[in-house]
């Protein structure tokens, strides 16, 4: 099995859980910790969780806690090639998880958005035998450049790419199209059933999910607590039906998702194999605080 790459960020998790509604003006009850995440992190010590045999994951982070990311990166079996920001701080966000297990997110993005072509070097896919972008990295000129750069070295070694669309705020501000433009580079999406449908315009994810892979060859729409689809070349392919769990907070259950699929892929799985291992690693992470394994 050859490495897996990861072009994404480190954020400061701050998770409140609660469990009466806000009171606005006084206090309430929570349960508080804080806990290192980001999209691309997570999706990289999912993968390790699940075998896979070399992760990296380049990411900006600010020079004050870098070191303490680095270690519970290397702790999961993750290889951290963070470049230190000596002018922002690390990406924090702020989860609000309520009785239901539903979060809110208040995001600082920090350094995420500042890692640039110069952090980049082809040698990082060395022994690699996939690219995994975080989607959040289109949402500034300058990370956009680094992540089309690393594109672009992939296509090159003939390396396969697969991108998580991210968040539906941050591609409503961006603008559908200018995310849609840069699809035509990627062999793998995953977005979730909230995002194709964003990115189409079409209500029923099914025929979202089969109108994005006529752009992609193979799109993989999660459903949260209903599963997932597969879409190949214009049309739904298989339906996953969803792990049964007891959800504590949904926080990262997608990234567990993408890691556990893509270290399936890497193993020679199929398509409908590696979603159900995805499906069965975001019911294990909806059971826990925090989006890491």
């Known amino acids: 099995m050859r490495g897996l790459l990861v072009v994404g960020e480190v954020v400061t998790d701050v998770v409140a859980r609660y469990s009466a509604p806000l009171a ?35 990411a900006r982070a600010g020079v004050a806690d870098l070191e303490w990311h680095a270690e519970r990166l290397r702790a999961a079996g993750v290889v951290p090639l963070l470049v230190p920001d000596g002018e922002v701080a690390t990406a924090t966000v702020v989860a ?6 539903e979060r809110t997110f208040l995001t600082d993005s920090g350094a995420v958005l500042r890692l640039c072509p110069a952090d980049w070097a082809e040698s990082m896919l060395d022994g690699v035998g996939h690219l995994h972008l975080s989607g959040y990295l289109f949402f500034s000129d300058t990370s956009r450049a ?17 991108l998580d669309p991210a968040s539906t705020g941050f591609i409503a501000e961006l603008g559908v199209e200018r995310l849609l433009s840069v699809l035509g580079g990627v062999d ?27 752009l992609v060859p193979l799109t993989v729409v999660t459903l949260g607590a209903r599963g997932a689809l597969i879409a190949e070349n214009g049309k739904v392919t298989a339906r996953l039906p969803p792990c049964r769990a007891e959800a504590l907070d949904t926080t990262g259950a997608g990234d567990a998702f993408t890691g556990a699929f893509l270290a399936a892929r890497l193993a020679g799985a199929d398509a409908r194999t590696a979603a159900a291992e995805g499906c069965r690693a975001g019911a294990e992470a909806v059971g826990r605080a925090g989006g890491r394994p």
């Open 24 to 58: 606005p003006g006084t206090d309430t009850a929570a349960s508080i910790r804080v806990l290192p995440g980001g999209a691309g992190s997570n999706v990289a010590c999912w993968a390790a969780h699940h075998g896979c045999r070399e992760v990296r994951l380049l």
């Open 96 to 101: 609000l998880v309520d009785a239901t297990a």
């Open 146 to 162: 680094a992540a089309l750069s690393a594109m672009a070295a992939a296509r090159g070694r003939g390396v396969p790419v697969s």
């Open 188 to 214: 793998v999406l995953l977005p979730n059933e909230d995002e194709a449908r964003l990115l189409t315009d079409l209500p029923d994810p099914a025929e979202a999910a089969a109108e994005l892979s006529r």
